[in-house]
C-alpha cells in the first residue's frame, strides 16, 4: 500500500505542500530559505541574536561568549551557527532567552558524558544553554554546528540542535558539554 502512495506522489505536489507549511518547520528540517544571514555585532564578549537570521558565530573556546535570543514572539526563527572550530579553550558560550522568556520544558539536546554521547532534558524556567568545549580536537560540537530556535508559544523557545563534531571524534572519544541552565 505505501508503494502504491509513493508512487503516486508528485515531486511538484511536494515541493508545493512543503514551501507553504511557514518558516518554523521548514527551518527545523534544515532549509533556511526567506531568513537573512548575518554576523552579529560582538561587544565585551557578548551579543544579540537576530531574528529570522541565520546567525553565523565565530566561537573558539578561547574568550567566553553570551548570546542572547530576541523576545520569543509566536512564528519567530533564529538560526545560530558555529563557524570556528571551538579547540581554542574551555571559555563558555552561552545562549540565554531574553526577559522572562525560556525554553520549552521537556526540550531534548546532545552533550557528552564518559567520553560518550548523551542528551540533557529542560526543566521548567531553564533560560540558558551552556557549551564548555575541551581544548583538544574531540568536541563534539565544532563549527558547522547548528541550532535552530522557533517559537510556537510566546515566551517559549523551542530548540533544535545539529551537533557536527570535532574531526578527533571517535567512539569513546567525544568531548565537551551542551546543558541547559537557569
Given amino acids: ?54 546567525n553565523l558565530q565565530t566561537f573558539t573556546g578561547a574568550a567566553a561568549l553570551t548570546s542572547t535570543l530576541p523576545a520569543a514572539t509566536v512564528g519567530a526563527v533564529v538560526v545560530l551557527i558555529i563557524t570556528e572550530d571551538p579547540a581554542g579553550g574551555t571559555n563558555t558560550m552561552t545562549i540565554d532567552c531574553a526577559g522572562s522568556d525560556a525554553f520549552r520544558t521537556g526540550s531534548v539536546i546532545p552533550t557528552t558524558s564518559s567520553n560518550k554521547m548523551a542528551y540533557d532534558v529542560s526543566t521548567a524556567g531553564e533560560t540558558s544553554i551552556v557549551f564548555t568545549p575541551t581544548n583538544d580536537t574531540v568536541n563534539f560540537l565544532s563549527y558547522d554546528s547548528t541550532f535552530v530556535f522557533t517559537c510556537l508559544e510566546a515566551g517559549l523557545w523551542n530548540v533544535n540542535v545539529n ?20
Fill in 163 to 182: 551537533a557536527k563534531a570535532d574531526i578527533g571524534v571517535t567512539a569513546g572519544a567525544a568531548t565537551g558539554t551542551l546543558a541547559f541552565a537557569s
Fill in 1 to 54: 500500500m505505501n508503494e502504491l502512495i509513493l508512487s503516486k506522489l508528485e515531486v511538484a505536489d511536494f515541493n508545493a505542500n512543503f514551501a507553504s507549511i511557514g518558516s518554523v518547520p521548514r527551518a527545523i528540517l534544515g532549509d533556511y530559505t526567506g531568513l537573512s544571514v548575518g554576523t552579529p555585532s560582538v561587544a565585551s564578549n557578548a551579543n544579540t541574536l537576530v531574528v529570522n537570521q541565520v
